[in-house]
């Protein structure tokens, strides 16, 4: 008889969650040799070998659904590579350095991240761009919309906050294409956050108490989304999203990597679903996490990890000796 398939709501997901966090750590190390140097390349490069390193250590049978690009135009952490040392059957999504320009300029907010999700829970986007709207916990469900304007969608997350617009800040990436969106925000009365890279640290700022967000909205990466709404889901916030195609090339790959309308209105359950594990380590310092400190042969690391199971987010500090490793992240 065939034994039930293992999954994460078991007491081992204690333990895969900081499995996940040593995985995050040790591609922010690497990076961060790198930062302000001007190479982003390689920043990005010494992060994607350190993490799938890394991976080779845990305990799962892990796919990639969201990593580096296609197996042609990456050579690890690509979509649909295998990691892990065995175990339950996973899904991988992965961002081994959110910020290469920002490493590369020495500039806040880069992060490692990965999420962990049972088989088949994360949706499966190419590497587009994807436009999202995100708020935090403890709202009334449905208090914004991505189809409707932004002020009235500020004016209902004001009326569910019992503030004024003017107390509101959206968060958005600092690009022409937000002109509109931020003109029109300002407009209504809400104060506007803008970010150079790295929305995925923006969504979750949505989600933080004391970051000074309210609402994320605005297009970027649909890898990056998926991320973002795997923390989410961690966190109890809530997203909507929906996939932007440049060209109906485009469209049928998506076609084949999922089921349903590509052009459909995403929920936060069509994107990330069923048990959730999320973690990041800030490798430049900004608003969520401290980035890597340096002190000769020692380091520190700041993490975030989350469970969806349990709703905890935890923040861990790591003290690094290289000089008892037997592994470089170099």
């Known amino acids: 008889m065939q034994s039930p398939a293992p999954d994460i709501r078991s007491p081992n997901d204690r333990n895969l969650a900081l499995e996940l966090v040593r995985v995050t750590e040790a591609a922010a190390l690497a990076a961060s040799r790198w930062s302000g140097r001007g190479q982003k ?7 994607v070998e350190a993490m799938r390193t890394a991976f080779d250590t845990v305990a799962i049978d892990g796919t990639v659904v969201i990593g580096e690009g296609e ?6 952490l690509y979509i649909g590579e295998k990691v892990g040392s065995g175990g339950p059957e996973m899904d991988i999504a992965v961002d081994p350095l959110e910020g290469t320009i920002l490493t590369a300029k020495n500039m806040p907010n880069a992060l490692t991240v990965v999420a962990l999700a049972e088989r088949g829970n994360f949706l499966h986007a190419p590497d587009i761009y994807m436009d999202k709207l995100a708020v935090g916990p403890g709202l009334p469900e449905g208090v914004v919309g991505l189809d409707s304007s932004i002020a009235v969608n500020l004016r209902n997350l004001a009326k569910a906050k019992r503030c004024d617009i003017s107390d509101l800040t959206l968060c958005t990436l600092d690009r022409d294409r937000h002109e509109e969106l931020i003109a029109l925000t300002r407009e209504a009365g809400a104060r506007v956050m803008l970010i150079s890279d790295g929305d995925v640290a923006g969504v979750i700022a949505a989600c933080m108490p004391g970051s000074g967000v309210d609402i994320f909205a ?12 795997a923390a989410m889901r961690c966190t109890g916030g809530q997203m909507q999203a929906r996939l932007l195609f440049d060209d109906e090339a485009q469209v049928q790959r998506a076609q084949e990597m999922q089921e349903g309308d590509p052009r459909r209105l ?3 359950e069509d994107i990330a679903r069923g048990d959730v594990l999320f973690s990041a380590t800030g490798v430049t310092t900004g608003a969520l996490l401290r980035g890597i400190l340096r002190t000769g042969i020692h380091a520190v690391t700041h993490s975030i990890v989350m469970r969806s199971k349990s709703g905890t987010v935890r923040f861990i500090e790591g003290h690094h000796n290289f000089a008892r490793k037997t592994w470089s992240t170099s």
């Open 41 to 47: 390349n390689e920043a990005d490069g010494a992060a």
């Open 71 to 76: 197996m042609d135009e990456a050579p690890m």
């Open 218 to 229: 605005g297009s970027g990466g649909a890898p990056e989304g998926v991320l973002a709404a």
């Open 266 to 268: 995403l929920s936060l």
